[in-house]
Structure formats: structure tokens, C-alpha cells
């Protein structure tokens, strides 16, 4: 059974930095590009970041470009998003998903680690 | 950046009914078109993918079409458990946009 599970949300002020991680199983990890999209409670979909398989390439959205890092360790089936100069408006459930396919889909996805930036 | 915009942002409909919500490009994304039901307090779930493909394990009465920059999600037959958001994606280009979502409730 494919299970992405993510962890180390938690409250931090403005400027401040937070390491989101995904812990993937029931799945060859290295086999997938990966990906975090995000969600402000009540509100929509915000596609954040993606990688690719090896890590060799990488993408981010406008408003997290520069601050936000995406990584991965395959032999840890794991996947990061660091994310630094934190501000109120990176408040958001985030989750981390499995690219299916070329077309870009994301078939599984995980429910989320809650991010609030605050002072 | 590729804009995405649906319509309606919201809908009610009965049991039964034929459902269509749309979804428009700002630019053409030929079939790079994803469609995800998203339920109430739980992660997103895969419906379409390229357009019109169906996700293994989605009901058949879900069908997806279109090509360039105009889609659409059709439910056939609506059923109390299509209760739910519903968001279209492009994943022609990064960022792979969303649009705003659909809510669609059940008279």
C-alpha cells in the first residue's frame, strides 16, 4: 500500500525557518518525481514544488522561489521541503504527493502537516 | 504562469443528474489537464489525468474531455458521495497551476 506521510509542521514566527519532511513507503521511492502542494484552510489548491527522480531538477512557484528548497534522499524514501524566511502567507496545510506520470499527475498523496507562521 | 479558471465556483445539483464543470487555459496546454475531487477534511484524489484518461479505481460514471485550452469534468449520474470540491490542473508547464475549485453540493 503507497503511503506518504508528512511531518515537522508546527507554529513559527515571521522569518523564521521550518524543515517539512515525507516519509514514502509501499512504493520504489527512486522510481517517481515527487511534489508539495499546499492549502490554506478553507481555500484552494496551491501547487508549491516539484522534483524530479534523482533530484536533478527542481521547480517552485513564484511566491516560494528563493526561499523555499525541495530535496530528497532515496535511500531514505524521503522528501523535503526546507522552507525559510517564513511569512504569514506560507500559513497552509502542506502535503507532499507521487508524480504518476509524464503528464504530471498526482496520484497519491499524503494528509498534510500544518504549517502556522505567527508572531 | 498559466492561469486556470473554472466555472462554476459553485453548484447544486440532485441525485442523478448530469453534472458539468469546465475548466479554461489561459494558454494552450494541449492534453496536460488533471481533474481531483477533494472531499471534506481529506487529501485531494485523482480522478482524470491527460484530459480524459480515468484513474484506476474512479467510478466510470466520471469522464473528462477537451484539448488545448478548454476542458471539462462531466458526472453522468450524481450520486450523494460526489459530494465534494473539485479542482482542475495544468501540468503542461511549471507551476503547475490549480484552479480555484468547484463546490458542489447535493439538493
Known amino acids: 500500500e503507497v503511503q506518504l506521510v508528512e511531518s515537522g509542521g508546527g507554529v513559527v514566527r515571521p522569518g523564521g525557518s521550518l524543515r517539512l519532511s515525507c516519509a514514502a513507503s509501499g512504493f520504489t521511492f527512486d522510481d517517481y518525481d515527487m511534489s508539495w502542494v499546499r492549502q490554506v484552510p478553507g481555500k484552494g489548491l496551491e501547487w508549491v514544488s516539484a522534483i524530479n527522480w534523482n533530484g536533478g531538477r527542481t521547480a517552485y512557484a513564484d511566491s516560494v522561489k528563493g526561499r523555499f528548497t525541495i530535496s530528497r534522499d532515496n535511500a531514505k524514501n524521503s522528501l523535503y521541503l526546507q522552507m525559510n524566511s517564513l511569512r504569514a502567507e506560507d500559513t497552509a496545510l502542506y502535503h507532499c504527493?507521487?508524480?504518476?506520470?509524464?503528464?504530471?499527475?498526482?496520484?497519491?498523496w499524503g494528509q498534510g502537516t500544518r504549517v502556522t507562521v505567527s508572531s | 504562469d498559466i492561469q486556470m479558471t473554472q466555472s462554476p465556483s459553485s453548484l447544486s445539483a440532485s441525485v442523478g443528474d448530469r453534472v458539468t464543470i469546465t475548466c479554461r487555459a489561459s494558454q494552450s496546454i494541449s492534453s496536460y489537464l488533471n481533474w481531483y475531487q477533494q472531499k471534506p477534511g481529506k487529501a485531494p484524489n485523482l480522478l482524470i489525468y491527460a484530459a480524459s484518461s480515468l484513474q484506476s479505481g474512479v467510478p466510470s460514471r466520471f469522464s473528462g474531455s477537451g484539448f488545448g485550452t478548454d476542458f471539462t469534468l462531466t458526472i453522468s449520474s450524481l450520486q450523494p458521495e460526489d459530494l465534494a470540491t473539485y479542482y482542475c490542473q495544468q501540468s503542461h508547464s511549471t507551476p503547475h497551476t490549480f484552479g480555484q475549485g468547484t463546490k458542489l453540493e447535493i439538493k
Open positions: 504527493a507521487r508524480v504518476y506520470s509524464s503528464y504530471g499527475n498526482l496520484d497519491y
